[in-house]
T-cell receptor, first 114, second 115 residues
């Protein structure tokens, strides 16, 4: 079975500050890893994903994440927060060889202060 | 191009009534998923369709929930005898596999409120 833990249900940063959203996973097989963003009253939008290859993955809107197998982590970062980054962020995992459905973390709501 | 669409966007119903939620996937996507997003349970997988294979229904919470996918395209999620705990946002996603990799694209969801 797979599981995802997102530390911090709410994170607040100042505009221009570093954004760091934490994600740890548990999986018995090498997983595929995803970050999705959800703006109010909207569906989920893919930010980035890791499947194979380079462990540092760059996504849209200046976000990136690094897959660290030894730490079972896939933390999301952005060097400089913008007001428009305020949203809820979900880390998710899937088993590429088994059930393809995503298992999601509980989400982190990012607040950006002016 | 057009993304995943869902209808209705909002649905208010009375306890005990049946509801149908519709999902139109991205054209050409062979896989279709239903998820539920609720305050207490977060985002949960419900059911998965892949081509002509039997659906994976392992996430359906009770036998009041069912779904079908007609012609490999449009899907309908049906909830019979709705209960207040069914209130949630129901999200649909479609995907395709390219070079062994799959990305799911989500619709805007249907917000269901059971009174």
């Amino acid at each position: 079975a797979q599981s995802v833990t997102q530390l911090g249900s709410h994170v607040s940063v100042s505009e221009g500050a570093l954004v760091l959203l934490r994600c740890n996973y548990s999986s018995s097989v090498p997983p595929y890893l995803f970050w999705y963003v959800q703006y109010p009253n909207q569906g989920l939008q893919l930010l980035l994903k890791y499947t194979t290859g380079a462990t540092l993955v760059k996504g849209i809107n200046g976000f990136e994440a690094e897959f660290k197998k030894s730490e079972t982590s896939f933390h999301l970062t952005k060097p400089s927060a913008h007001m428009s980054d305020a949203a809820e962020y979900f880390c998710a995992v899937s088993d590429p060889a088994g059930r393809r459905a995503l298992t999601f973390g509980s989400g982190t709501r990012l607040q950006v202060q002016p | 191009g057009a993304g995943v669409s869902q209808s209705p966007s909002n649905k208010v119903t009375e306890k005990g009534k049946d509801v149908e939620l519709r999902c139109d996937p991205i054209s050409g996507h062979t896989a279709l998923y239903w998820y539920r997003q609720s305050l207490g349970q977060g985002l949960e997988f419900l059911i998965y369709f892949q081509g002509n294979s039997a659906p994976d229904k392992s996430g359906l919470p009770s036998d009041r929930f069912s779904a079908e996918r007609t012609g490999g395209s449009v899907s309908t999620l049906t909830i019979q005898r709705t209960q207040q705990e069914d209130s949630a946002v129901y999200l649909c996603a479609s995907s395709f596999v390219l070079a062994g990799e799959e990305t799911q694209y989500f619709g805007p969801g249907t917000r269901l409120l059971v009174l």
